[in-house]
Structures are given as structure tokens and as C-alpha cells.
């Protein structure tokens, strides 16, 4: 998906067991890049399936890892925050 250069790719997956399933279904957590370069992450606060689940937003800061201000009920609205913060 994509957004003014803004990517994000699925990273880490649930799975009971096994080989992990590499498929957008399943991801927990997406690496955010722009133009190439990794630049943060948005990660589901609980099992993606839940009724609740939100999406936080994080960001490369200053040589450390600074959650965003929001969550979100899609991994595609959390990568609006990264445009919302200048990136």
C-alpha cells in the first residue's frame, strides 16, 4: 500500500506453530518505508481478529523508537500518521 511514497509491508506474523504465513491476512506488525527507507512501523495492540483491535503508529526518532500520536482501526489509517508528522 502506498501514500506519497509511503509504504508498508507486512513483517511479523500469528501462527500456531510452523512456518509462519507471510500473507497481509495474518500480519501483526508492518515495517513503514519511504521511498526504500525504513522509517518505523505500525503494530496491532491485540490479535488482529478482535473486535478492538487498534493499530499504533511508530517512528525512527533521534537514534530510538517514539510511538505516534493516535491509533487506528486499520493499518492503512496508521500510516496517515506518519504524513500528519512530517514524514
Known amino acids: 500500500m502506498s501514500k506519497r511514497g509511503l509504504t508498508r509491508e ?5 501462527h500456531d506453530g510452523g512456518q509462519l504465513q507471510h500473507d497481509e ?3 501483526f506488525r508492518y515495517e ?3 521511498h526504500g527507507n525504513v522509517i518505523g512501523f505500525i503494530t496491532a495492540d491485540r490479535d ?3 473486535p478492538d483491535v487498534r493499530w499504533k503508529p511508530s517512528a525512527f526518532c533521534g537514534g530510538g523508537t517514539v510511538e505516534l500520536d493516535g491509533s487506528y482501526r486499520t ?3 496508521a500510516l496517515t500518521a506518519f504524513q500528519v508528522h512530517g514524514r
Open 32 to 34: 513503514v518505508q519511504d
Open 75 to 77: 493499518a492503512e489509517e
Open 48 to 50: 488482529r481478529r478482535h
Open 25 to 27: 491476512q495474518h500480519a
Open 10 to 14: 507486512p513483517v511479523m506474523w500469528t
